[in-house]
């Protein structure tokens, strides 16, 4: 049983909706920043940042770190392709299974980006001390996982 009362329950869920709000907005001007600065989307990015950090890797393992559909993915890596950012070919082992490399101009690209979050947050979020990242970072991620379409059962709020 909650001690707060529904109109105040309604008040933060409100303020919630509106800071989630604020931060959708700073993701898409920073995202038209980045593409101004760069020619590559914010997906673009996390695709090559994801090769990047995994290797040779499969379209599915891409979908499942950067949190995409595999359709998704797979127009981003057409797109990376006919920049000559990336490679893709099929498992030499399962012929149904296709991977991604990075290519030197993806490479490049990377080494030439801007931070995705931008400077200003990077500089204030590495300020915080590394309880209060923990503690943002996980929030975030529990906020994500219950706002995801994905999530198949509503989350019990006493488990945590």
């Known amino acids: 049983m909650s001690d707060i009362s ?12 509106r ?3 604020r931060i959708a907005q700073a993701i898409d001007v920073r995202s ?9 989307t914010l997906p673009q990015l996390l695709v090559l940042q ?10 599915s393992a ?16 057409d797109k990376l392709e006919a920049k000559g950012m990336v490679v893709r070919y099929r498992s030499s082992i399962d012929r149904r299974v296709v991977h991604a490399r990075l ?8 080494a030439a980006s801007p931070g995705l979050l931008g400077q200003n947050f990077t500089t204030r979020f590495d ?3 590394r309880m209060d990242r923990e503690t943002m970072t ?22 945590s």
Do not use: K, N, W
């Open 62 to 77: 891409i979908s499942r770190d950067v949190s995409m559909s595999a359709p998704t993915v797979v127009a981003v890596l």
């Open 50 to 59: 994801s090769i990047r950090a995994m290797g040779e890797v499969s379209t």
């Open 127 to 129: 300020g915080l001390s």
């Open 19 to 21: 800071s989630v709000r």
């Open 103 to 110: 290519t030197e101009p993806g490479r490049q690209a990377l």
């Open 6 to 17: 529904p109109d105040a329950a309604e008040d933060l869920s409100t303020s919630l909706l």
């Open 138 to 159: 996980a929030a975030a991620d529990r906020l994500a996982t219950m706002m995801s379409v994905r999530s198949a059962a509503p989350e019990d709020p006493s488990s």
């Open 32 to 40: 038209r920043e980045i593409a101004r600065l760069t020619g590559l």
